[in-house]
């Protein structure tokens, strides 16, 4: 159910991003591939590139592309992100970052290539494709500092030095 509601989430926005009048950079991030590496925790990689379709599905439905290519390009990153993190067996910040990297560079890289097996002409170039890779692993990275900064606020330790305190 919490990925459900992530996934929902992450579609207002990077509908939000791609809709206001940002700098395109900003607009570059996809934050429905964090919800592919969030899934990569809870499933298999088989799973996981199931996750990954539907988000590239919901991705060319809002964006007005082609159908199929994201798709293609979110289950062929879904699988590749949780078939590393299995394989490295990562956890806490390094999860997120690697995850978010992977999985917007797959996506991208999956995305284009489908692009030219169609013979179409994708809507952003090497710098889009690019800016996507780098706002996406940026949000990972904020992602894998949120957890961080949750974690320490929740740890035994610091309960501990809160009751100490107030003694």
Same mark, same amino acid.
């Given at each position: 159910m919490t990925l459900? %509601? =992530?996934f929902v989430l992450a579609l207002l926005l990077q509908l939000g991003l791609t809709a206001s009048h940002l700098w395109w950079v900003l607009a570059a991030c996809q934050p429905i591939l964090l919800v592919v590496v969030a899934s =990569?925790?809870?499933f298999d990689p088989v799973g996981v590139a199931w996750t990954g379709l539907a988000a590239g599905l919901a @991705?060319?439905?809002?964006t007005e592309r082609i159908i199929g290519p994201g798709g293609i390009a979110g289950a062929v990153a879904g699988f590749v992100v949780a078939a590393v993190v299995r394989r490295f067996e990562m956890e806490g910040p390094?999860?997120? %970052?690697?995850g978010s990297l992977l999985a917007a560079t797959?996506?991208?890289a999956v995305w284009m290539l489908s692009l030219a097996t169609l013979g179409v002409r994708p809507d952003h170039a090497f710098a889009g494709g690019? =800016? @996507?890779?780098?706002? @996406?692993?940026a949000a990972g990275l904020l992602v894998a500092a949120g957890e961080r900064a949750w974690r320490a606020w929740n740890s035994p330790a610091h309960k501990r030095r809160r009751v100490l305190r107030h003694l």
């Amino acid at each position: 159910m919490t990925l459900a %509601i =992530a996934f929902v989430l992450a579609l207002l926005l990077q509908l939000g991003l791609t809709a206001s009048h940002l700098w395109w950079v900003l607009a570059a991030c996809q934050p429905i591939l964090l919800v592919v590496v969030a899934s =990569a925790r809870r499933f298999d990689p088989v799973g996981v590139a199931w996750t990954g379709l539907a988000a590239g599905l919901a @991705t060319d439905l809002m964006t007005e592309r082609i159908i199929g290519p994201g798709g293609i390009a979110g289950a062929v990153a879904g699988f590749v992100v949780a078939a590393v993190v299995r394989r490295f067996e990562m956890e806490g910040p390094l999860y997120w %970052i690697v995850g978010s990297l992977l999985a917007a560079t797959c996506s991208e890289a999956v995305w284009m290539l489908s692009l030219a097996t169609l013979g179409v002409r994708p809507d952003h170039a090497f710098a889009g494709g690019l =800016a @996507t890779v780098v706002m @996406t692993s940026a949000a990972g990275l904020l992602v894998a500092a949120g957890e961080r900064a949750w974690r320490a606020w929740n740890s035994p330790a610091h309960k501990r030095r809160r009751v100490l305190r107030h003694l």
